[in-house]
């Protein structure tokens, strides 16, 4: 059993940063992907970032260059730094945990990250 707890959401003004944090614990396994997908009203559940846990990444296209995952082992722990956020990236993130990179895994209950004046 896996629990996920993220943290850090709220709102921000257009081209504002904001960091997501997400705390692992119970049974991980050593070769765990973690990552964030986010859900905005309506819309179906995107990745946005993936971590493996020896440094390997993956992240959509849309945020290449504004987003970046990062991932501290041994605290279980994986972070989101979101920079020049767009009122279109309002949406509720994810945390995911799994064995692999296939979908499927734990998931978290999820932090509200509004951008808006």
């Known amino acids: 059993q896996v629990q996920l707890v993220e943290s850090g959401g709220g709102l921000v003004q257009p081209g504002g940063p904001l960091r997501l944090s997400c705390a692992a614990s119970?049974?991980?396994?050593?070769?765990?992907?973690m990552g964030w997908y986010c859900q905005a009203p309506g819309e179906q559940l995107d990745m946005v970032a993936r971590i493996a846990s020896g440094g390997v990444t993956t992240i959509a296209n849309s945020v290449k260059g504004r987003f970046t995952i990062s991932r501290d082992n041994p605290k279980n722990t994986v972070y989101l730094q979101m920079n020049s956020l767009k009122p279109e990236e309002t949406a509720v993130y994810y945390c995911?945990?799994?064995?692999?990179?296939?979908?499927?895994?734990?998931w978290g209950q999820g932090t509200q990250v509004t951008v808006s004046l």
């Open positions: 995911n945990l799994n064995t692999g990179w296939s979908t499927g895994g734990s």
């Open positions: 119970g049974s991980i396994f050593s070769g765990s992907v």
